[in-house]
């Protein structure tokens, strides 16, 4: 079991900035990908960016030049640095980590909410 703690969240103005941080404790291996996804209401849950145990990313098309993930391998955490913020992402983001060897290895954070507002 890997459990996940999710934190920095919040509301900011358009144009703005924020960190997202995950913790991963528990049974992860260095090999999991990391990564971001977030649901709007009414919206089904989305991609935003993902990382491997060899830092290469994949980002969403509308985050790209804006958001930026990162992880510690050694701290077994990841991060997501959000510039440029618009309304369209306001949403709750959730933290995931999974295995690419054993698809039930597929853990989530409890979410953190994110509100883009003037």
């Known amino acids: 079991q890997v459990q996940l703690v999710e934190s920095g969240g919040g509301l900011v103005q358009p144009g703005g900035s924020l960190r997202l941080s995950c913790a991963a404790s528990?049974?992860?291996?260095?090999?999991?990908?990391m990564g971001w996804y977030r649901q709007s209401p009414g919206k089904q849950r989305e991609l935003v960016a993902t990382?491997?145990?060899?830092?290469?990313?994949n980002y969403a098309d509308s985050v790209k030049g804006r958001f930026t993930i990162s992880r510690d391998n050694a701290k077994n955490t990841v991060s997501l640095q959000m510039n440029s913020l618009k309304a369209e992402d306001t949403a709750v983001y959730y933290c995931?980590?999974?295995?690419?060897?054993?698809?039930?290895?597929?853990?989530w954070g409890q979410g953190t909410q994110v509100t883009v507002s003037s």
């Open positions: 995931n980590v999974r295995s690419l060897f054993n698809p039930a290895r597929n853990y």
């Open positions: 528990g049974s992860m291996a260095s090999t999991y990908v």
């Open positions: 990382i491997n145990s060899g830092s290469t990313t």
